[in-house]
Each structure stands twice: as structure tokens, then as C-alpha cells.
T-cell receptor, first 113, second 110 residues
Framework: KQEVTQIPAALSVPEGENLVLNCSFTDSAIYNLQWFRQDPGKGLTSLLLIQSSQREQTSGRLNASLDKSSGRSTLYIAASQPGDSATYLC????????????FGRGTSLIVHP | EAQVTQNPRYLITVTGKKLTVTCSQNMNHEYMSWYRQDPGLGLRQIYYSMNVEVTDKGDVPEGYKVSRKEKRNFPLILESPSPNQTSLYFCATGQGYEQYFGPGTRLTVT
């Protein structure tokens, strides 16, 4: 069964730092991987979706990479801001056509001024 | 504006009293799903639907029912809620595999 692990579980950094959040998965046969942001008490907002055939996706200050063979994805946040404070979740969909995603437990990020 | 709406947002109920949480989307997506989020367990899928009248079990379907009579609506039904169903529930819709989530419903069963 697919397992998704996110490291670190929590992170507190000063404003302006470049950050790397990690997501690893045990079964490399994935269809795609998606990164989300969740603000306290709110729903999930999609940040980036990487198809299995892609190596990375970029949106503004965010860059997500995918290395299927090693079962890893990283989310890079450039020049972090206090507004980036949230929990970041990754989710993977299996390559067998399953529509049941497996989510990591998230990295809780605090960016202080 | 593309939206996924859930109602109610907060609900406190008692064991055994049937309840329905509604979910509606205006994006004309065929795929809809329900998740629950629990501390230490993360997000787990309850049910999903690929289209009208087509529903399938997710990872944790026990104690829940769903229906998909219209494309835009996907209600979650708890016929006899129990305290272990106290959780934060999310409805989601998707185009391909990209998911869009509703704001969540916090359910407490006493």
C-alpha cells in the first residue's frame, strides 16, 4: 500500500529564506503528484500538479520537482513571506488508474517577520 | 467564480441521528469526492464519484453513504453517526486528477 511521508513535520523560519519541503512515497508507480496548501480551518488550495512524465512545475515563487524512480518530490519556496505560513500537503495518485489518492500528513510552516 | 460549497460548515449532533452534509460545485466536473481529515491520520478518501449515478468506495467508506443524482451535487449521508465520525470533512471536485476542495465541515458527534 502506498505511503506518503512529509519531512519536516514543522518548520519555522525568518522571512526571506528559501525553503525546501520534502515528500516521499513508497510506490514509484504513480500517475501524478499534487501539492496543496491548507490554511487553519480552511480547505485545501491546489498549488502545483506534476504529471508522472514531468520533472518539475513552477508557479511564481514555487517550484515542485518530481523524481519518480527515487520516490521523491520537493517543493521549493523562494524568498518566503509571512503570508506563506500554512500547512503544505502532498498527494499521489497511483498509476493503476486509481482515483483514491494518498496524502501525506503535511509540513506546518511558519514564516515570521 | 469556480466554487465548491459545503453545508453546514459546523455541526454538533448526537449519536444515531441521521444527517446529511451537502456539497455542490459549479465547475461542471464529472469527478467528485469526500474526505475526512483527522489529526495524526491526515486526509483519507471516503467515497468518490466519476459521474452521475456512478459512485465508488474510497479508503474509509464504513458508516457513510453518498448519492450522485445530479452532476453538481454529491451529498454525504451518515445514517447513524457515531463519535468516531467526529472529524473535519472535505468535498472535492476535479478535472483529470487535479482536485479543488470545499471549505470543510467540522462535525462533532456526542
Amino acid at each position: 500500500k502506498q505511503e506518503v511521508t512529509q519531512i519536516p513535520a514543522a518548520l519555522s523560519v525568518p522571512e526571506g529564506e528559501n525553503l525546501v519541503l520534502n515528500c516521499s512515497f513508497t510506490d514509484s508507480a504513480i500517475y501524478n503528484l499534487q501539492w496543496f496548501r491548507q490554511d487553519p480551518g480552511k480547505g485545501l488550495t491546489s498549488l502545483l500538479l506534476i504529471q508522472s512524465s514531468q520533472r518539475e512545475q513552477t508557479s511564481g515563487r514555487l517550484n515542485a520537482s518530481l523524481d519518480k524512480s527515487s520516490g521523491r518530490s520537493t517543493l521549493y519556496i523562494a524568498a518566503s513571506q509571512p503570508g506563506d505560513s500554512a500547512t503544505y500537503l502532498c498527494a499521489v495518485w497511483g498509476a493503476g488508474g486509481s482515483y483514491i489518492p494518498t496524502f501525506g500528513r503535511g509540513t506546518s510552516l511558519i514564516v515570521h517577520p | 467564480e469556480a466554487q465548491v460549497t459545503q453545508n453546514p460548515r459546523y455541526l454538533i449532533t448526537v449519536t444515531g441521528k441521521k444527517l446529511t452534509v451537502t456539497c455542490s460545485q459549479n465547475m461542471n466536473h464529472e469527478y467528485m469526492s469526500w474526505y475526512r481529515q483527522d489529526p495524526g491520520l491526515g486526509l483519507r478518501q471516503i467515497y468518490y464519484s466519476m459521474n452521475v449515478e456512478v459512485t465508488d468506495k474510497g479508503d474509509v467508506p464504513e458508516g457513510y453513504k453518498v448519492s450522485r443524482k445530479e452532476k453538481r451535487n454529491f451529498p454525504l449521508i451518515l445514517e447513524s453517526p457515531s463519535p468516531n465520525q467526529t472529524s473535519l470533512y472535505f468535498c472535492a471536485t476535479g478535472q483529470g486528477y487535479e482536485q479543488y476542495f470545499g471549505p470543510g465541515t467540522r462535525l462533532t458527534v456526542t
